[in-house]
């Protein structure tokens, strides 16, 4: 059986979430680091093995390759089911792939690297201009998300109930960004509190940015 293979880049947040994941069910891989900044995702050599040139990619043991965090976490649910990133049951998992999808589709797909590097370059957004930009998208998300997780009798110590599964993955992934753009957190006690409980956990440590071999 060949090795399962996770391309990425130590400070990419879905890179992050595809790292927990995969320290959460103990599964072993070897890490190739892409530099996002350096343009190495858009040599030959990482474009014949994801075509869109973006990370995470994960090569699984029988070669096959799945890009985009969201997939490769759900493919890695159905592969090793323990523990588990989604509820048994319907309901719960409806909810859990909303509150990730509220990060995943709401505050990345224009906070991403591309869209900052845009701003500055067609647009000549400074540093400032860019990190204000980030927190827009950052709070116009997380104020309801705070209030959701706050309101819900399903928010436990985790985004749904006392076990982290992919709604923390996500959460946790934002927060370490938010850090880097100076994101108040003050007014979000909930999220604070999920994100604490979970960097108690060895796989969150162990999959955090600065503990990469890649990290700078």
């Not at 040139?53 to 090793?80: C, H, K, N, R």
Request: net charge negative.
């Amino acid at each position: 059986m060949s090795e399962i293979v996770l391309h990425n880049y130590f400070r990419s947040s879905t890179s992050y979430r595809v790292r927990i994941a995969l320290a959460m069910k103990g599964i072993a891989y070897r890490y190739a680091a892409h530099h996002l900044r350096h343009g190495e995702h858009r040599g030959e050599a990482y474009l014949a093995v994801n075509p869109q040139g973006l990370v995470p990619a994960l090569v699984w043991s029988d070669g096959t390759m799945i890009a985009q965090s969201m997939a490769i976490m759900e493919f890695l649910d159905e592969m090793v089911p323990e523990p588990p990133l989604l509820p048994a049951d319907p309901h719960g998992r409806a909810r859990v792939r909303m509150l990730s999808q509220m990060i995943a589709c709401e505050i990345h797909p224009v906070n991403n690297l591309r869209i900052l590097n845009a701003l500055r370059e067609r647009y000549g957004a400074d540093d400032a201009e860019v990190a204000s930009w980030f927190r827009h998208w950052v709070e116009a998300t997380f104020e309801p998300l705070e209030k959701m997780l706050a309101e819900s009798p399903q928010t436990g110590t985790f985004c749904h109930g006392d076990r982290p599964g992919m709604a923390d993955i996500c959460l946790v992934a934002q927060v370490a960004n938010n850090a880097r753009f100076g994101v108040d957190m003050a007014p979000y006690p909930v999220i604070s509190r999920i994100h604490a409980a979970c960097m108690e956990r060895p796989a969150f440590i162990e999959a955090a940015p600065m503990k990469q071999p890649d990290a700078e």
